[in-house]
């Protein structure tokens, strides 16, 4: 497309809904730019964001399982970016590549659209933790200041060296490491306000639950970072007992509204991004 100037990258790209909802605010702010999709193998993305360069294209979002490659690519970080510890928005300008992470902040906004409250004052269950946006979301609740944070993962030897960076590099007040084993969890969801799915069990019908049923009360606040399907077993069950709950795509409109305004200096149209997303 000759007008293309902005992209979003990753492998595989077909599903992601990045570009109906950039398209539909850069279309209500009369921008005359096209947002693609670009299907990028590992180890391409170099030359990817070359060709993008000789293009004039103004920047990029990174996804899966690009964004750590990514931020070694570029010759400047945000604090957001150089803060999670990877980029999910690239800017070009003036022949450099600025990194930038909207993940976190996305986050942070979408839970307090969606359950009214702030992470400062929220005690916090992440399942996934040790995953890519498992580990930004955990360090944006320590950004944020979180009172307690625990961290549960299948893989639980990557855990540590998380605990560690929270507790070291942002203050983290109490950071709590889990086992996988049912007590732990159903102690720990009963410690907290908020439990925050960001494993990918969720996304096939048949998955399970990525914590014991148990372990699930109606005071709860519970937010899937899952977006498709948009009730996944975890929200369906979390509903069935009476807890808040929400899914991902608050998460996906807020941090595209922060790449938006990064790369083009003016406040997306949210009401025309949430319409591009038929949310
Ligand atoms: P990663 O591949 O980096 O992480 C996947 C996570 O899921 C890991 O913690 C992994 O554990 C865990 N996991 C995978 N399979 C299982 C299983 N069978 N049982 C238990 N745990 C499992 O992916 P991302 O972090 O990028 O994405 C995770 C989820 O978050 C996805 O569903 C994605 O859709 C969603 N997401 C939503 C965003 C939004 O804007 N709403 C943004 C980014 C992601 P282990 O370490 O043991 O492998």
Redesign the pocket.
């Known amino acids: 497309a000759p007008n293309a100037k902005l992209a979003v990258i990753g492998h595989p790209i077909k599903h992601s809904a990045s570009p109906q909802m950039h398209q539909a605010a850069l279309d209500a702010a009369g921008i005359d730019i096209q947002y693609i999709r670009v299907e990028v193998e590992p180890h391409q993305v170099e030359a990817c964001f070359a060709e993008m360069e000789r293009l004039g294209f103004i920047g990029c979002n990174v ?2 399982p690009h964004k750590l490659e990514a931020m070694d690519l570029c010759h400047e970080l945000t604090e957001d970016a150089k803060a999670l510890g990877a980029t999910n928005t690239i800017l070009f300008k003036d022949g450099k590549r600025i990194g930038h992470n909207s ?1 976190g902040p ?1 986050l942070a906004q979408a839970i307090y659209e969606d359950f009214g409250k702030s992470l400062t004052e929220l005690r916090v269950l992440i399942l ?8 930004a979301i955990a360090t944006q609740c320590a950004r944020e200041g979180s009172p307690a944070i625990y961290l549960s ?3 639980v030897e ?1 855990l540590e060296p998380i605990a560690e960076s929270l507790t070291n590099e942002y203050g983290a007040k109490l950071v709590c490491t889990l086992s996988n084993a049912t007590e732990d969890l159903t102690t720990a969801a009963a410690r907290v306000d908020l439990i925050i799915n ?6 096939h019908f048949e ?1 399970p639950l ?1 914590l014991p049923e148990s372990a699930l009360a109606s005071s709860q606040m519970v937010y899937d ?4 399907p948009p009730l996944t077993p975890l929200l369906a069950k979390a509903q069935e007992l009476g807890a808040s709950t929400s899914n ?2 608050s ?2 409109l807020h ?1 595209g509204a922060i790449s938006f305004a990064f790369w083009l200096g003016q406040s997306p149209d949210l009401a025309a991004m949430r319409r591009g997303l038929n949310y």
Request: net charge positive.
């Open positions: 996804t899966v993940d996305g996934g933790a040790g995953g890519g946006a498992g580990r993962n299948r893989t990557k960001s494993t990918s069990l969720g996304l998955d990525p970072a899952i977006y498709n991902g795509l998460m996906l941090q």
